[in-house]
């Protein structure tokens, strides 16, 4: 770890580059994807387990009263995305395809993602009661309103249909955990004590959902099927986007006068989309359409905002550490003129 930081390598980046590496070299298959389904599966479920251990009940009430920070959230997922994949129709045909513009399109008008929202949150000591609630209502919405955006924005031969296995999902792995964290909160305390098992869930739940990620993409030839020309464009496309996100969702929480914690929520919460939302709605808002080129901006995207929101956790961990020790030494400081 002292090499890393004299290097000044972030642990954390490199975690997730081995599990790229993993995923490309060894993806699984069969029997092993459902294993790593069910693995991301119950690691996500212990993760909101101690999310919810950690949290003071106030703590988590008030993360429900937070109406400024989950409205802004909202709007930026359900309102601004959507306008900037609108605008992006000007780049047809000179820089995408109709079918890769079909596909940005698609991936503007998805949901905030819950496990890694939150996660990031957690690393870089933000409101982790806020992105909770934050990141869980925009996937309980975005079962009804994606695909009514969907139909009102978009040419689909596909029904769109709203499957209540989705609400369901999301209780079961999500909230239930969260809620059985706050019950026994008191006999999990003595976990809570060591740092180093909250830093294992969150970083470890991320790199499964990373791997599963990648995984998917290798199993399923997404990137066979697209010229190396085109792929840069989305790449492009999609960097463009995530960046435009980030700044205004940081000048906007700024403007709106949020502290610090709730500019990390509504910067994680508010830029990223879902893979695990939008895969499984594809495959019925799409029926007919090229499914593999149509979610090809989305993997894209999905593995793009992974790797550049982990470095943004990381950095602000970092400097969140450097305010505590600074602050532990001034009040030392304090303490020895006193005495």
């Known amino acids: 770890m002292q090499l890393l930081a ?72 359900y309102l601004v995305f959507p306008l900037i994949g609108l605008a992006l129709r000007l780049l047809v045909p000179s820089v995408l395809t109709d079918d890769l513009y079909t596909g940005v399109l698609y991936l503007c008008l998805l949901p905030s993602t819950v496990q890694s929202s939150i996660a990031f949150t957690s690393i870089a000591r933000g409101n982790v009661a806020g992105a909770v609630v934050s990141a869980s209502l925009s996937n309980l919405l975005g079962v009804f309103v994606t695909p009514l955006l969907v139909m009102l924005l978009m040419d689909t031969t596909g029904q769109a249909t709203v499957s209540m296995g989705s609400i369901v999902a999301i209780v079961l792995q999500l909230l239930l955990p969260f809620l059985a964290g706050q019950v026994l909160r008191k006999p999990l305390q003595v976990l809570m004590r060591h740092a180093t098992v909250t830093k294992v869930v969150d970083r470890g739940s991320v790199y499964l959902v990373v791997y599963s990620a990648f995984s998917d993409s290798m199993v399923e030839h997404i990137w066979g099927g697209i010229s190396l020309l085109s792929l840069l464009a989305v790449v492009v496309v999609c960097i463009a986007v995530l960046a435009a996100v980030l700044a205004l969702t940081t000048v906007a929480s700024r403007l709106l006068g949020f502290d610090r914690g709730d500019r990390i929520v509504m910067i994680f919460c508010g830029s990223k989309k879902s893979l695990a939302s939008g895969l499984p709605m594809a495959t019925v808002l799409f029926a007919g359409h090229p499914i593999g080129l149509i979610v090809l901006p989305l993997m894209i995207f999905h593995q793009i905002q992974l790797f550049v929101c982990a470095w943004l956790a990381g950095r602000w961990e970092r400097q969140a550490d450097a305010a505590a020790e600074s602050e532990a030494a001034d009040e030392e400081s304090v303490a020895t003129e006193v005495a």
């Open 6 to 77: 004299k290097f000044r390598i972030d642990a954390f980046m490199l975690g997730l580059l081995a599990a790229v590496l993993v995923a490309v070299v060894l993806p699984a298959r069969g029997d092993a994807a459902g294993v790593l389904s069910w693995a991301t599966k119950i690691a996500i479920g212990i993760l909101f387990l101690l999310y919810g251990a950690r949290l003071k009940p106030r703590e988590a009430l008030d993360g429900l009263k937070h109406w400024r920070l989950h409205s802004s959230v909202l709007a930026v997922t």
